[in-house]
């Protein structure tokens, strides 16, 4: 648990490069004016806490750069020991994406991380869950409520008799009928929703409510082989064809006689799914099993600083013992583009990230806003002046290893290494399509502070600050802060937190999201019309 009292500091800004010519102030509560680094640099004005402060003159127009970026153009001079905040730059224009390096950065290859184990549950399709829980699919909004009522009855009355049964969710999302179901983009919000209910943390375990009328039948969510065989009580066919057919449970159906005649199907239909769960048990696994989706969220500007740089260092540690971590956010890493093709491991892996930021650039202009639209209030509150900056924080999640994939919204991972999924910056809709892709441990920074978590697995929190750390005790899991205060390093941060994420998975742990039962809906992303 955090310290219950702030630390003092002697006045300290942090900065990133040593060509930077701006540095954020790291000291709680921010710097008065007149205040005297040691170099000798005084604050002209009041900087609060995680603020730019010039460390130089800056004349009108010239280079604003941190993390040796430009991220901005002075709006008028800036003497040095000024605060420098959103409304003194003008922010540069998009990167192009032609001319950008491709594949060129070959590090030398990191000796494998070997002998590190968690205890997780196998599954038929070769996926490896860190939670074992029934997962009730609904193909429409329209069954939310029915659902709801029944899944609490499910915990009421038959989640006690089954132990190791960890949760029952309802898959709930407002996608299913009133939209253009033929349209191309459609199979984004389709696909995504088949894959979550296939996320490994669900043991094959498929159960669906449905309505009878939406436009997302059951058949076309879930058709013929997306289900893996459990026994012959799910077989549709017989022979080399044997397929899995879905466990449909619909409200339609001229069996029903009433509400609770709706109710008592899908609990009956439960029974059955939560007795083949009960029966599984962990087994030692390696860490190359894990599945991490990264994130941030009410980012600020020490998110780039101490929290993304421990996850990238994580991230390392997890991609050499032959794990699979994914980042995304594609407006988050947009300005970095050339930062992420030089390290991709082939040119049609930085191909696919260049299609898939041309296709985001394309979505964004028919909303007529470009990737500026991504910086919140809370953001620029927390020092980041615009999404330039905020990108070279968010990129370094991804630590310094080849990105060895790419995939879109909605589809499934099928490579191991360091993938990067292509998902809106929205944390709802990024963590649904992480789910989709099969995650089954989620990492999540933030400076700002948010309460987020998701039902479907585990989620890690982790705080940029140390007065947020001390302020939200038990909602936040590790403290990055120490290492602004230079309490810890990178890599101390970095460890600890693998660590942690081999006791999570393993269930000797349970993070404060899952001590308090936090959790955010699914989002899913859907840039088809409705109708």
Same mark, same amino acid.
């Given at each position: 648990m955090a310290d219950s009292q702030p630390k003092s500091l002697a006045p300290l800004y942090i900065t990133m490069d040593e060509h930077d010519n701006v540095g954020i102030v790291a000291n709680d509560g921010g710097l008065p004016a007149g205040t005297v680094f040691p170099c000798g640099l005084t604050l002209v004005e009041k900087v609060p806490q995680a603020h730019k402060v010039a460390l130089v003159h800056i004349p009108e127009g010239g280079e604003v750069r941190r993390y040796n970026v430009v991220i901005g153009y002075a709006l008028k001079d800036l003497p040095a020991g000024s605060w420098i905040n959103e409304r003194l730059l003008r922010m540069p224009a998009a990167r192009e994406l032609v001319g950008l390096p491709i594949a060129t950065i070959k590090p030398d290859p990191m000796p494998p991380l070997e002998g590190y184990t968690f205890e997780g549950?196998?599954?038929?399709?070769?996926?490896?869950?860190?939670?074992?829980?029934?997962?009730?699919?609904?193909?429409?909004? /329209?069954?939310?409520?029915?659902?709801?009522?029944?899944?609490? %009855?499910?915990?009421?009355?038959?989640?006690?008799?089954?132990?190791?049964?960890?949760?029952?969710?309802?898959?709930?999302?407002?996608?299913? /009928?009133?939209?253009?179901? @033929?349209?191309?983009?459609?199979?984004?919000?389709?696909?995504?929703? %088949?894959?979550?209910?296939?996320?490994?943390?669900?043991?094959?375990e498929v159960m669906v409510v449905s309505l009878g009328c939406e436009k997302l039948q059951p058949e076309r969510l879930l058709p013929p082989g997306t289900i893996p065989l459990i026994d012959e009580r799910n077989v549709a066919d017989v022979g080399d064809s044997a397929t899995a057919k879905p466990d449909v449970v619909c409200l339609q159906d001229d069996a029903h006689v009433g509400f609770m005649s709706m109710v008592d199907s899908i609990m009956r239909q439960a029974e059955e799914h939560l007795q083949r769960l009960n029966a599984r %048990?962990?087994?030692? =696994?390696?860490?190359? @099993?894990?599945?991490?989706?990264?994130? /941030?969220?009410?980012?600020?500007?020490?998110?780039? =600083?101490?929290?993304?740089?421990?996850?990238?260092? /994580?991230?390392?540690?997890l991609v050499r013992a032959g794990a699979t971590v994914m980042f995304s956010e594609v407006t988050e890493v947009r300005d970095g583009i050339d930062q992420l093709t030089s390290r991709a491991s082939t040119p049609e892996v930085a191909e696919a990230m260049i299609r898939e930021m041309a296709w985001y650039d394309a979505y964004l202009d028919k909303g007529l806003v470009d990737r500026s639209a991504n910086t919140t209030p809370g953001n620029k509150k927390?020092?980041?002046?615009?999404?330039?900056?905020?990108?070279?924080?968010?990129?370094v999640k991804s630590g310094k290893s080849p990105i060895s994939g790419v995939i879109s919204p909605g589809e499934k991972l099928k490579q191991k290494g360091l993938i990067y999924a292509a998902t809106p910056a929205s944390d709802f809709i990024c963590g649904t399509l992480q789910l989709a892709a099969g995650m089954n441990l989620h990492v999540f920074t933030t400076g700002r502070g948010t309460p987020y978590g998701l039902a479907q697995v585990p989620v890690i929190k982790v705080a940029t600050r140390d007065d947020l750390a001390r302020r939200w005790h038990d909602l936040m899991d590790i403290n990055a802060g120490r290492i602004a205060t230079g309490e810890k390093s990178i890599a101390d941060v970095g460890w600890e937190m693998f660590q942690l994420m081999l006791d999570v998975a393993s269930g000797r742990k349970r993070t404060w999201a899952e001590h308090w039962k936090l959790h955010n809906a699914l989002v899913l992303f859907n840039p088809a019309p409705v109708t």
């Open positions: 549950y196998r599954n038929l399709d070769g996926s490896v869950g860190t939670r074992n829980i029934l997962a009730i699919t609904q193909t429409v909004q /329209c069954v939310a409520g029915v659902t709801e009522f029944a899944v609490d %009855r499910i915990k009421a009355e038959l989640l006690p008799r089954f132990p190791n049964v960890d949760d029952v969710v309802a898959l709930e999302h407002t996608y299913g /009928c009133g939209v253009a179901i @033929e349209a191309p983009d459609a199979i984004i919000p389709i696909r995504t929703l %088949r894959n979550i209910s296939l996320n490994p943390n669900f043991g094959g %048990r962990r087994e030692t =696994v390696p860490a190359s @099993e894990l599945v991490v989706g990264v994130q /941030c969220g009410g980012s600020d500007a020490f998110s780039g =600083v101490t929290a993304n740089p421990a996850v990238g260092f /994580c991230t390392d540690l927390g020092g980041l002046s615009n999404i330039v900056e905020k990108a070279m924080g968010s990129i």
